[in-house]
């Protein structure tokens, strides 16, 4: 996901990215201006492909990158670029070999996920919440990134961001979101 | 208490009103429809054990019959805000459409402007603005908790802010629940009334003031502007409000408000407010069994 650069300007031609303020993402690779950075392309293909979240569910947000990597989604108006504290809610993190979601995008976006999402029973519900890691032999899906959901009112609820390796389910639930239920 | 004494001659029946701020007050939450309907997020009060109670005034107020509204499943899912039931007023009397491009000049830690975006569907842009660098990480927490996508954070003092970074020149509405002297919240935090002196109304409404112009001013013509306090004092409401109407281009406009109030004032001490200040909102705590508050809403006219 992250070696496609060639398609688009040779690297020395790309401007290095400045961490302290939000660029927008290109629209395709092709279009890319600032070294790495992903395309809204691959971040889109990437739900759609690892979540089957559908492509259609983000046509009305634009995504950001501030730091290394870390990708924003934004549903109002804003230039490019531009230096402030927090554009819509961080959403991926990119520039790394496995992209990860964060807790609260999944919480938010997670609902149209049909694939990579792992349901949990109450008491692992509460343990995932808590931030501890459980032994979950049952998964056959792909190892890596899950969504975590569990059953509350008659509907499938994400709860965030799992971890899946070796019969193993880490919650990637951060410190400041965990709670004790 | 003692600094409330002031009021008895304004407040009706005034020593329910004292009674009112020695009773601790309740846990209320907004239900957030950026992520449940208010069914939803009922229903998993339900399941889970939790007593709620509807508020008359607005379907999406609850009052939590619960120590800790924070250790619930529906507040982790974002699908409740723990926010006081009169703090949820001024953002209804903005009342902001999808699609629009809305100012919340004082906005940490964010309860009102996730409020504003949900009132917009989380469509359009929630600029959510603070001088407090402290205070925005909490603003970011719960954008991000309420999964708030329309919500842009700026750190800057409201009473001189530049709209250069953006790409737009005006704002379609603007909030101004301005940081004040917090009388009205004695109920929640019963050293409220602690470092009170005439002296600080005067700093705290000089501040109250700057804010206010500079939001009418950055609100385009027929835009709307809220101004609101937690607090009694009029130095800090009325006669904030006053001089926003002698010096900006902006008028009074009355609204609608199910919960029990009192009109603003047109007098207080040895001055004299704009007839229009009586379309104002004086909310105190014994007429709801809530914290106090005051709103006023205006429209600006050039």
New interface residues.
Partial sequence: MGDDAADGASESDLAQNDGQRFGRLPTTAAERTVEGRASREEVVDYFADRFAIPPEAFD??TFWEKGAGKIW???????SP?????????CLRTRQEHWKP?T?FV??FGREAGECVIELESDEARAF?AGEDRELERWEGDWGYLIAAHR????L?P?GVGLYVHGELRSMVPK??Q??? | MEPLERYRPIVDDFEAFLDACERPLGNAVRVNTIKASVDRATTVLEEEGVGYEGVDWNPRVLRLETDSPGSTWSSFHGFTHGQEEVSAVPATVLEPEPGERVWDCCAAPGGKATQLAALMDDRGTVVANDSNLGRISALRFNAERLGATSLAVTNDDARNYSLERFDFDEFDRALVDAPCSCEGTIRKNPDALDGWSEGYLDEVSGIQKGVLGRAVQATREGGTVVYSTCTFAPEENEAVVQHALDREDCRIVDFDLELEHSPGLTEWNDEEYDDHLEQTARIYPHQNDTGGFFVAKLEVTA
């Fill in positions: 009305d947000y989604i934004y549903g109002g108006d804003a230039p531009i230096t402030i504290e927090a554009i819509g809610m961080t964060t609260d919480q938010r919440a509350i009112a008659g509907a609820e709860i400041g979101r709670r004790e239920l």
